[in-house]
């Protein structure tokens, strides 16, 4: 499976200190194979993936940041900002448009859109501008009915036109307008001619494209075609329910330069949900939650700085380490986190990776128990100091001696950094 080896090639980022060409190179290689696969439009992942190799090359990994998370970093930040974030909806008086090619789920959106500004306490009418599909109204007035929507039509009159003037007529006293249009199977020109007209003699506020999730490369055409003609201002992605990934939106944003603005979850009228840029795309991708990740690689070097050229010089204090296994502990298991980061030639016990919550938890009760004096300098705390300590914390006193052994463990790996570069490393680095 593709999206697997995009997370294949992430994970041999793992470790890396130095952010070489090739491995850029392959990773943005899978990104683009996971991007095609997702039918996203050929040109935009080139677009894409130019930008992601240049700027993971030129920029400098924030400070404590591996290799991996920089450059996860920059994929999730271009399609952030290639898809923008969620486009703000108005929830006051408004005309809408709605455009799109049949099938895409413009009705049955229509039903929807309607149900949600319904739901916020506004005063919502449907019009049903679609003079071509047989049965059009029957279909869009069956859904408002169900939710006491007033719905305008005339199943005989063949002129959209006359039906939408008539119909802004009689919802002059409703807050939200939505008109269904009609889509055809093609992009023929009296279509394109006939919303023209439809947008200006309604003067509609917005102008929402509707797009099937499952809709590939065909998706920037339609997408540019419809925005020359009327000016799409945002994107309803449909049928996201299904196996598709929904990479077409991309380009339809792309083109059209808006946003998503919903999400259609499924055919009934409460499937509609307001668009969540990670969500889509995690599954775009084919991994698991980016932004969580890149969050935690963040908070993780944002936690209090270390005065590392004191601790390199050898005032390395139990309170340092306990703030360094904080930080540590904040991204989640150590083990895993410890294999993102890049530790060189450092020798650590596998027993040094088991710091478990609960153990930290001690240690702070231990650390409480101890003196200022004694967690500057551990090396003060003699046998009868043990006990006094491991009895105040309600610990035995082996408790205290492991800590205590910890503290060594780290401050000899803190000994073994030293002329191997100095200030540059951070201790997030190190352990
Ligand atoms: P229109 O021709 O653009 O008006 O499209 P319709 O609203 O008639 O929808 C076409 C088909 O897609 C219908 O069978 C809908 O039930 C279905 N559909 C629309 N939106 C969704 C969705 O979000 N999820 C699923 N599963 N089906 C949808
Ligand atoms: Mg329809």
Not at 149 to 173: S, W
Not at 236 to 244: E, L, S
Not at 258 to 267: A, N, P
Request: aromatic fraction near 4%; hydrophobic fraction near 40%.
């Amino acid at each position: 499976k593709l999206g697997t080896s995009l997370k294949d090639a992430v994970k041999k980022l793992a470790g890396k200190t130095v952010i070489d060409r090739a491995a850029v190179d392959e990773l943005v290689r899978d990104l683009q194979r996971a991007l095609l696969q997702s039918d996203v439009n050929v040109k935009l992942v080139m677009q894409l993936s130019q930008s992601i190799k240049q700027r993971s090359l030129e920029e400098e990994p924030a400070k404590g940041m591996g290799v991996r998370e920089h450059v996860l970093r920059i994929v999730y930040q271009e399609l952030v900002r290639l898809m923008g974030s969620t486009t703000e909806v108005t929830l006051g008086p408004q005309k809408i448009l709605m455009a799109g090619l049949q099938g895409s789920g413009k009705t049955t959106t229509t039903a929807k859109l309607a149900r949600y500004f319904q739901r916020k306490g506004l005063r919502v009418g449907v019009i049903c501008a679609d003079t071509f599909r047989p049965g059009a109204y029957d279909q869009v007035k069956t859904l408002c009915d169900r939710i006491n929507v007033p719905c305008f039509g005339n199943p005989k009159e063949t002129d959209a036109e006359k039906i939408t003037r008539e119909g802004l007529a009689a919802y002059k006293q409703l807050e939200v307008v939505i008109i269904d249009t009609q889509g055809r199977h093609a992009l023929e020109d009296h279509l394109i001619e006939e919303i023209i007209n439809l947008n200006t003699l309604s003067k509609a506020d917005h102008r929402w494209l509707v797009i099937d999730a499952a809709l590939g490369q065909q998706a920037s055409e339609q997408a540019r075609r419809f925005h020359e003609a009327i000016g799409i201002d945002g994107v309803i992605v449909t049928k996201m329910d299904g196996t598709a990934k929904g990479g077409g939106a991309l380009s339809a944003v792309s083109e059209t330069k808006s946003g998503i603005v919903f999400i259609g979850s499924g055919e009934t009228i409460e499937d509609l949900e307001r668009f969540d840029p990670d969500g889509f795309i995690s599954r775009l991708l084919g991994m698991g939650d980016l932004r969580a990740l890149v969050e935690r690689a963040e908070e993780a070097v944002s936690g209090e700085d270390l005065d590392v050229n004191a601790m390199l010089k050898g005032k390395f204090t139990l309170r340092d380490m306990y703030k360094q296994l904080e930080a540590l502990n904040r991204m989640g298991p150590l083990k895993q986190i410890m294999g993102m980061l890049p530790l060189g030639n450092m020798q650590i016990p596998d027993d040094a990776y088991d710091i478990t919550s609960s153990k930290m938890d001690r240690y702070k009760v231990i650390m409480d128990s101890m003196t200022p004096a004694e967690l500057d300098d551990p090396s003060v705390i003699s046998s009868s100091r043990i006990h006094r300590i491991a009895r105040g914390a309600g610990v035995s006193p082996d408790d205290v001696r492991e800590l205590i052994k910890y503290y060594k463990t780290m401050q000899r790996a803190l000994k073994g950094m030293r002329g191997m570069g100095g200030g540059k490393f951070n201790m997030q680095r190190m352990m």
